[in-house]
């Protein structure tokens, strides 16, 4: 029982992560229905810029400096390539994230070499105890933020005209720009966000229980896009439900492997996916995307 | 009209009866890694054209490819391949490469049909991710399913040969052109080539005809065309079957190319390259599937290659930038800037080479989104 | 009625008693109307009566409710889009539904799916079987284009057509089927006076012409009256009217629903107004 | 009908317009819309009256389409490079040709969508009343997802958008596109109502019979050039307009063709 | 190609492949921008500082010096099959091919072209391939002695529980196959965890492993999975020894949070000596570049310094072309690095060595402190007989 607990508040923590960067994947989304391969670089770029700050500068300025840093260069990115490709296929778009992604990871690989940058955060390797479980202080708080966060934009969408006006844009962009809405600055805002939420996402994902940053938390963004599928590629609530679920599956299925070992050893690897599978063939547009409708 | 369309089908013809002629005498000039790569590359164009039937022509998002792929080139290594294995022992059937081969193929066409109910349910890029699922759930299955797989570091691939006509191994019979021997890379290159020039031209083929014709429709509007008396569900189903068995041939040659197959190979990363093939030479067409496969499976290596030269470039082991990752920089950026130069790919930079009239809706709309792609009976599209 | 030779297979078609839903919305509701084989039968209504869920249904994109639709002795209701096609219903979308990205002969030749069986096989390696079935249904399908004036745009990709052309084109299209029963929804939509009037030309040709029976969905009354052999109106799902051109014309509860005043071009007369200002 | 003294509020001068570089889609434009005027816009299909709109709009250039000589002023001020969402800012709004709606989008998220652009946000809520009632229908449906609307009801809901900016200059493609009869003439009502309470008007249509029944002013556009223009009741007379556009004398035709033979049939086919 | 274009050199040295003028060319098949790029970069740093200073000293038979064709495959097995065929005319032998899968891959060509190859990395299938060269022992042996170490010092006791994570593929299995032998001799139980190389978090299993109750801690996996199973252990409070293969370790973990728990637990198993007991490579490899090494830079010294070994042999028997290459590995008899190195005897399906380095992570330069000289545990033996 001890053990599940555990398993289940880990894998709530981890899913924080993963919803943090599925909010991400749906913001871009939303904005441009472009499904962007560039989160796990972004994520790497801002762990990667706080850990070295961190030293000199210190924790929080490092912070402050590294999300900064990651949005500012998702906007480049927005501005300086996708803004100059409107109307382009989005799968083209995609690919092209594909190309700036290359070009950061070998970068930032280069960089890093054969270290692991330690962090450097405040809370260090500190744990903490709920009802009687203990979960690292690191974890504890990426649960808050990301609630703090995916709320905010929650409230954000429903209250403002923002979602519109990228649902808007995202849709039809001639026909967006003809009700004033400035395709431009929709677009740039929502990289911006996605810069920012990599970047908190990596600032959680690089500490205790993981070690530091490596080139290798780069593939947390993997596991965060099945989380976005499954939850609804344009629901903000459907990031953090799906970035839940895929978090818990994987803590339950790596901490139960010999119960689910008839599946083959390492099947853990796959739950995510499999979960998403079984999900879309019930709702082929995740849990809380919209339904696809169309009639003649 | 129809003159100057007779007389783009010369210029086209001759072009590519030139390119044959190039890459026929080709093997009497170059040197086996470029041999080596060719080969490679005519996998892949294979694997790429078959791909954008499905993704290109029918709209259906797929990032299953790699997944058909490992069934193509694990069918053929345990049809054709003997048992063996010292750590790990895996069986095979040790029949003829050719039974092998054809084994890959069906094998791989009939995954793609048990597939296609499931992708029958989804769109756009529910549809692609969970196709994504099939991959890891076959390196799951792979490397678990080691008497088949050979486990985690795979298995070797038995060489092919046709009616004792070896394409590897032990070379025989001896073989010389004007004096250069004809071995291993040079027998391979041929085959390659061959396969890739039957699986091209029955791709154009379809594209022109009646079932290609379907499958564009069944793309732009799916009403449309079973309204138009398309059976949409049949004709996903046979599309998903022949894509798959593009990628079944493509995974028995990538298993000969590289003469072993581990299931490591099969991973999202080759589904990804594959996407990024068909999306980077344009989507829809025959040739911007070659000339994308040819880009994305041979630019890192040449890339690697010649980068050595490069001025700023470092021998590894000293601070600063190795030809290697260089190469990595440069073909990142070579994927920025094909899609901002040519966001239809680059057969769109052919045809502008060709100055032909350039249709607004060029490169087919295969969107990632939710929706079915540009359908026109959503209302809100413009006319 | 014409003096149309009328095609031997052409048999009358029945609607019955025919209701569709979406939730609480009532799209069409018990609707019974037949249609006469070889006729141009028009079916009019306010924007949203149902017209389009009819052809819908007719073409088996939606499911009935209840209520059955028989083509001859063939019941339409409950079977699939294209095994619908196969029996010879034809229809050109309101909202144009074509390949932009493929030429007009391409986009008729999708047209002669159901006639043709050139399979994968057979066209990937050319057999010539494939070459010649292709090469026939070309020639044919180069009539048809002819026919509706598209006989200059053969190989033009349709997605730079005008609208009207491309409108043209969805009903080339459909006849490319070689239908028993055609169906067009708002043709002349976008289309200028003189355009409607060669387009009305066109479906009273192909009527006397093929002797195939046309089911019209037009809001142009001009064309409507000046073709329809029999009107059935629609409002809010139901039958409200059905009749000659001149009966329903006259019809005060079509007046009201559907027609106006009949001068348009009076706005005191137009219902607009007090719309809006005396709705609650 | 209104005064022709009035300054305007749109003057188009010897625009020409290609796109791509090639295809000339206008070739020297001249168009004033006076203010507080409603200008009716005709012309077969392709002759460029929504290339002209576009132009006003600022979203030439998503079309690949590239203003080459003339200019066009606006309240005074010259549109050049003017992006869109400034134009809707500045009170110039188009209502694009063939409904683009956000089909994906609620009705009410497509209106308030259409508010966006307003510069002054408390006039949003009274327009989306004034919108539902005009079409009630839209009021029924505020939930429903666009795209399924019917092609009219998308139609209002399009023209609805459009009236939620509160725009001084609506620039109107084809409202009358697949509307039933009363709804058009409601429409025609609905353009005079606007114009009323100070709004000019440019309408681009097919239905003349609407156009010219509404406009002060009208122009027709033949082949990217002005080929008549004048006060839309003289132009009602002009024999040209009977003919094309009003569709008087096309009943003879009609009539008199099948007899004739002229006209091209299609035999049946065999096989 | 050119078939037997052997030739002779001036000092009576038959030449061939590999060989122009009075410089030997060596490829590398190396990782610098794939998931192992950490170890392929320090690898191949210290093999060029290892080449640079012998080419400006003895060089080989004092006459050749050595030229190195470096490749990056960026471990994708197409590409360094590949790269492989671009260079096999050019290159006399391999001195580092990073990744299992593509050894296993090339094992028939290295074979075909008589290529001695030093591979980076310890699978007991590796040496059932004649041309490769392992380095140290396999990883089942490492894990035999690294347990038995602990054993022999009272860490942990006859019976105990052993919760072993480690990788899905060969590296793992090999680790694993170790515990399990040296569980059955001592009457020990092994609950196994088999993780992904892509994981980076281990709560769950060491979650897993708590619930279990387990006495000991063997890892088969990578730096940073090492951190962050360290960390939770601690955090948790499963105070027990961590016994690992050598590719677990890098000093770098010292600075994460982890960084006491794993000087406090961990024991590694090594091929090479930790830097406390070669000091002077470390200074001469910090001279040359910036980073923290790891024990990737122990192995470069010492498989370069294999290399020079047997080719100074190949050259005494007067055979430098391939095959005379492949005589000299297969007739060397036990090779001695100075201590950089296990002792090494090269027999086709054997492990190369049955000892190990056994060290303790620590705050010294290097980040690891020997606990014991070479450590061959008692059941080494019996495993290696028993096969
Ligand atoms: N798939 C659907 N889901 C929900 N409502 C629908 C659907 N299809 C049609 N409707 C509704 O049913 C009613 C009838 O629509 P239909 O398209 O048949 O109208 P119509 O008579 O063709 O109108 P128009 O003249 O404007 O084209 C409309 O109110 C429409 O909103
Ligand atoms: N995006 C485009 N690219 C190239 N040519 C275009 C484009 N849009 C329009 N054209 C061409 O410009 C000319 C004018 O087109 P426009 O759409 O302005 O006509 P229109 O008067 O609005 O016609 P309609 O009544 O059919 O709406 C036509 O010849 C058309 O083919
Ligand atoms: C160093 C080791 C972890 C290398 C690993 N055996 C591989 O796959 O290459
Ligand atoms: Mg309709
Ligand atoms: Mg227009």
Redesign the interface.
Known sequence: MNQFLSLLLNGLSLGAIYALIALGFVIIFKASEVVTFMQGSLLLLGAYLIARLSEPIGFWAAAAVGIVGTAAAAVLVERLLISRL??APVISLAILTIGVDLIILTEITRRIGSDILNVGHPWGGDAVSIGGVGITTNRALAIVVAGILIGAFFIAFKFS?WG??M??AA?????????????GWVSMVAWLVAGVLAAVAGLFATGSPTPGVTPAIWAVALAALPAAILGGLDSTGGALVGGLIIGVATAMAAGYQDQIAFLGRGFGEVVPYVVMVAVLLVRPSGLFG?RD???V | MSDTSTATRLVKGVVLLALLVVLLALPLYVEEFWLRTGFAVFAAIIGAVGLNLLVGTTGQLSLAHAFFLAVGALTYVYVSGDPGGSAIEYGGFGLPPIVGMVAGVVMAGLAGVLFSPIAARLRGIYLGVASLGLVFIGQHLLNTWTSVSGGFNGRLAPAFDLFGFSFGGNEEPYLAVLGVPFGQAERLWYLGLALCALACWFASNLLRSRPGRALQNVRDSEVAASVMGVNVQEYKAKVFLVSSMYAGLAGVLYALSIGSVAPESFSLLLSVQYLAMIVLGGLGSVGGAAMGAAFVSALPLVLQQYSGSLPFIVEPGQPGIVASQAAAFLYGGAIVLVVMFEPGGLAGLARRLKRQP?PPQESPPVSTTS?APADSS?????? | MSTTQL?KDVRPLTIDNVTVR?GALLALSEVSFSVEPGAVHAVI?????G???MFNVLSGVYEVSEGEVRFGDEVLTGRKPHQIARLGVARAF??IALSGSQTVVQNLMLGRHR?TTAGFVSAGLRLPKARNEEK?HTA?VC??A??L?LGNKLHVPVGVL????QKRVEVARA?ST?PRLLLLD?PV?????????RM??TV???R????ITVILVE?D??MVM?IADRVTVLDFGRRIADGTPDEVQADPEVIR??????D????A?????G???E?P | MMDETHAPILEVRDLAVTY?GVVQALRGVDITVGEGSVVAL?G???AGKTTLLRTL???LK?HKGRVESGEVRYRGSSLKGR???R???DGL?????????????TVE?NL???G???KDKSTRAPAQE?VY??F??LADRRTQ????????????LAIG?GLM?GPKLLLLD?PS??????????????I??INRQGTSVLLVE?N???A???ADTAFVLDVGKVSLQGPAVELAQSDAVQ??????G??E??AA??RAGT???????K? | EEGGGDTTSEDGVKIGRGIEGDTISLGSLTDLTGVFAALGADITNAQALYWKTLNAGDKICGTYSVDEIVKDHGYDTQRGIQLYSSFKEDVLAIEQTIGSPINTGLAQQLEADSMVNIPGAWAQSLTEVAENTVVGSTYEVEMINVLDYLLEEGEIEEGAKIGHIYFEGEYGEGGLAGSEFFAEQHDMEVVEVQIQPTDTDMTAQVTKLESEGVDVIAITVAPGQTASIAGVAAASGLDVPIAGNNPVYAPGLLDTPAGDALKANLYVASPVAPFDQKPEILKAYQAEFDNDPTLGVMFGFAAADVMRQILEKACDDGDLTPEGVLAAKESIGTVDTGGIAVPLEFIVGESPSNASYIFKADDVPGGAVSVSDLYEGDDVAAFVEGG
């Not at chain 4, 709004?93 to 989008?105: N, Y």
């Not at chain 4, 997802?145 to 209002?156: F, H």
């Not at chain 4, 697949?178 to 609905?190: D, F, H, N, T």
Request: charged residues 25%; proline residues 4%; negative net charge.
């Open positions: 409107r109307g005209s519109i006006a649902r808007a849709e039809d962009g001639e026909a967006a720009a003809l009700m004033g809405i400035r395709l919209t409708v169309t009639r | 350039r929706s959503s209302g809100g599209t413009p006319r | 095609r979406f209504g306010p924007n949203g009566a017209k389009s869920t309101q909202n006639l026939r044919r009539e048809i002819e026919f004036e005008s609208y009207g052309d006849l070689e708002e939509a976008g289309m200028n006076a003189e355009e409607t009037a009305a030309q009273l040709e192909i006397d012409a093929l002797g809001h009354m001009g000046g629903a559907y027609l106006g005043s009949g348009e071009t009076d706005p007369a137009a219902a607009a107004h719309t809006a200002e709705t | 791509g005709l077969s299909n392709g709009s600022g979203t998503l992006d869109p969402a134009c809707v800012a709004v188009q209502v694009p040709e063939g409904r683009r709606i956000f089909s994906r989008l998220e308030k969508a259409g966006l652009g307003a004034r009632d005009l009630p229908v997802r666009a795209g399924l609307l019917s092609g009219g009801e998308q139609q209002m958008r900016a084809e596109l697949g509307l039933a009869p009363r709804i058009i003439g409601q429409i025609g009502e609905v005079r109502e097919q003349a019979t609407m010219l029944g509404v003919r094309l556009y009003l569709g008087h096309a009943e035709t009609e063709a099948p006209r091209k049939t299609l035999a049946r086919w096989a």
